[in-house]
Nanobody, 121 residues
Framework: VQLVESGGALVQVGDSLRLSCVVS????????MGWFRQTTGKEREFVAG????????DYADDVKGRFIISRNNDRATVFLQMNSLKSEDTAVYFC???????????????WGQGTQVTVSS
């Protein structure tokens, strides 16, 4: 299973950005998908998750109300719409997948290589 993120960029505080992650080599429609982020010297942290059927979405407290996770099963793609970006959102963003019919947080099985998001003030 391969996950390839795109859409990272250098933006200004208050801007919006949309990340995409295309999944190949597996059965995307059966995967729970998630977005995580990591900054230098810190642990990777959960950002958002979505169930296989989009019926359940989940967000970290510090992005709730600003970020939106969505997916298109026909295109095997998951998105992260990021609005009202803050400097503290600067990180490498990773998408991840796990084969699960029920959404729960926790361990993911497959990971992408990451895409850099830099929010400049």
């Amino acid at each position: 299973v391969q996950l390839v993120e795109s859409g990272g960029a250098l933006v200004q505080v208050g801007d919006s950005l949309r990340l995409s992650c295309v999944v190949s080599g597996g059965r995307f429609s059966s995967y729970v998908m998630g977005w995580f982020r990591q900054t230098t010297g810190k642990e990777r942290e959960f950002v958002a998750g979505i169930s296989w059927d989009s019926g359940r979405t989940d967000y970290a407290d510090d992005v709730k109300g600003r970020f939106i996770i969505s997916r298109n099963n026909d295109r095997a793609t998951v998105f992260l719409q990021m609005n009202s970006l803050k400097s503290e959102d600067t990180a490498v963003y990773f998408c991840a997948a796990k084969d699960a019919l029920v959404y729960v947080r926790g361990k993911y099985d497959y990971w992408g290589q990451g895409t850099q998001v830099t929010v400049s003030s």
